[in-house]
């Protein structure tokens, strides 16, 4: 039904006003359809029918002649019409989206509605209008709130505004994985609008996930990402409920991976200088690998350690939580080492513990591809990361009877997983946190001693049998 045109007899209506039904956001070949008869053109503006009539509706961007904006159409019955081999009834209608800097727009979708003719069975038009009926009336629906609440957009149009949004004010690491996780939802619902996407796309998506081959962690994510979302799109009125979790894959249980103090040892025994330092440190405090590389020469303090800040992909950021924040006590002999390296990169005007040649903070993955790699290889033990250090340090301070809330602290977790210790732990002792460092540097230092010890013998060994060696040959050319 047509919205009713209104006539003031005390104002003539401008000439030329035309307008059309549909306005279609991409140009078509199409001539535009005009509604109105050529006496009805000069017809004054469409006012509201709500119950302030003087009131024009807010104009919104349009296809109107002369640049000009045009009223959206209240209500609308959308076509339906044959194809040009009259096999199929397609249907047509407008609707208004928002585009990702937020603008308004009319698009015309065109759909397949039905064949013709289905073996005997010939499909008429009136058919095709009531299959067409469901599309119209969301449309009309959301046409008949009012404007400040009604807000429409396509999935790929609302990511766009997400990521500007609320993906921006992340962590660079969590910028870099979300992204990545956006281009394959992208797409997959780039041009769907937000308020058909279901529950049974979403699980549909998570099924042809895993047939791909995605990794069960991978899949999780990615509805992680969805949910976030789907969160922001409800509290800006993009839809009008969160989306209920769909079946994910199940995660197989893996055992991690770690060294052992025996592991450690040869790591260190077979280093010197900074490589020394730098594995003593990981396996005596456990930090993670962008907190070493984040690590500066002013966070060492005698007997502290502290983390203020890491580094990913060769940029500073806060540390992954808040607990992560935290000083750790070293051992006398990682204190040792640590002012030997300070004073190393003191000559070459380095403000990082441990950098590159040009001063930058370390490339964690490089350095572990590089140098540990080979070396663990050399040694044989089985390949791992620096994880596997972090895992190992807090094992040997379990096994060292250290309080499970020294642990936390040092290994600066938020949580240790007992509701008394996280509750009523209080607040962070530092003589427990120091003895810790020094237990463990203690084991550390004993196994890497017993190691050099035994090697060292073995040379002397050697040595001692290669002199016996050259003593015969010069005894039997003596006699000779």
């Excluded at 499909?123 to 400040?148: C, I, W, Y």
């Excluded at 077979?270 to 590389?293: C, D």
Aim: net charge positive.
């Amino acid at each position: 039904m047509m919205t009713s045109v209104n006539h003031p007899a005390s104002k003539q209506p401008e000439p030329g006003f035309i307008v059309h039904l549909f306005a279609a956001a991409e140009t078509t070949s199409r001539a535009p359809r005009i509604y109105f008869s050529k006496g009805a053109q000069s017809a004054a503006p469409i006012r509201s029918r709500s119950a302030d009539a003087d009131t024009l509706l807010p104009a919104i961007d349009s296809a109107a002649r002369n640049g000009d904006s045009v009223q959206r159409r209240r209500f609308q019955k959308g076509s339906v019409y044959q194809n040009r081999t009259k096999t199929l009834w397609l249907g047509s209608f407008a609707e208004y989206v928002l585009d990702a800097h937020g603008v308004e727009k009319r698009v015309r979708h065109q759909i397949v509605l039905t064949p013709v003719k289905s073996g005997e069975k010939i499909t008429g038009k009136r058919e095709a209008q009531r299959l067409m009926q469901p599309h119209v009336d969301r449309v009309n629906f959301s046409l008949s709130v009012s404007g400040g609440e009604r807000k429409s957009a396509t999935f790929g149009a609302f990511a766009e505004i997400w990521e500007r949004d609320y993906l921006s004010l992340s962590k660079p690491s969590t910028q870099s994985g979300t992204r990545s996780s956006l281009k394959r939802l992208k797409a997959a619902f780039g041009a769907k609008n937000m308020r058909q996407i279901d529950a049974g796309d979403i699980q549909r998506f998570v099924a042809a996930s895993v047939a791909e081959g995605l990794d069960p962690k991978t899949v999780r994510n990615l509805w992680g990402v969805v949910s976030l979302i789907w969160n922001a799109a409800l509290a800006q009125k993009y839809v009008d409920a969160v989306l209920p979790k769909p079946k994910l894959p199940r995660r197989p249980k893996k055992r991690a991976k770690f060294f052992t103090l025996s592991d450690v040892a040869k790591l260190i025994a077979a280093s010197q200088g900074e490589r020394r330092v730098f594995y003593w440190l990981l396996a005596e405090t456990g930090l993670r690998a962008g907190e070493i590389a984040g690590l500066r020469l002013t966070d060492i303090d005698g007997e502290r350690l502290t983390v203020n800040q890491s580094v990913w992909g060769g940029k500073e950021q806060s540390p992954k939580t808040n607990s992560a924040v935290r000083t750790l006590g070293l051992s006398p002999q990682l204190v040792a080492l640590l002012w030997e390296q300070i004073a190393r990169q003191r000559t070459t005007g380095a403000g990082y513990l441990f950098s590159s040649s040009t001063g930058t903070p370390r490339d964690m993955d490089t350095y572990r591809h590089r140098k540990m790699a080979p070396l663990l290889k050399s040694l044989g033990i089985p390949q791992a990361g620096y994880h596997a250090f972090r895992h190992f340090n807090v094992s040997l301070l379990d096994a060292l009877r250290v309080p499970l809330k020294t642990i936390q602290e040092r290994a600066g977790h938020a949580l240790t997983g007992v509701f008394t210790l996280d509750v009523y732990g209080g607040e962070p002792e530092w003589e427990r946190n120091l003895e810790a460092g020094c237990l463990a540097g203690s084991e550390i230092e004993k196994a890497v001693g017993k190691l050099e010890k035994a090697r060292q013998k073995e040379q002397n060994i050697a040595l001692v049998g290669s002199l016996t060696a050259i003593e015969g040959k010069g005894s039997g050319a003596e006699i000779s």
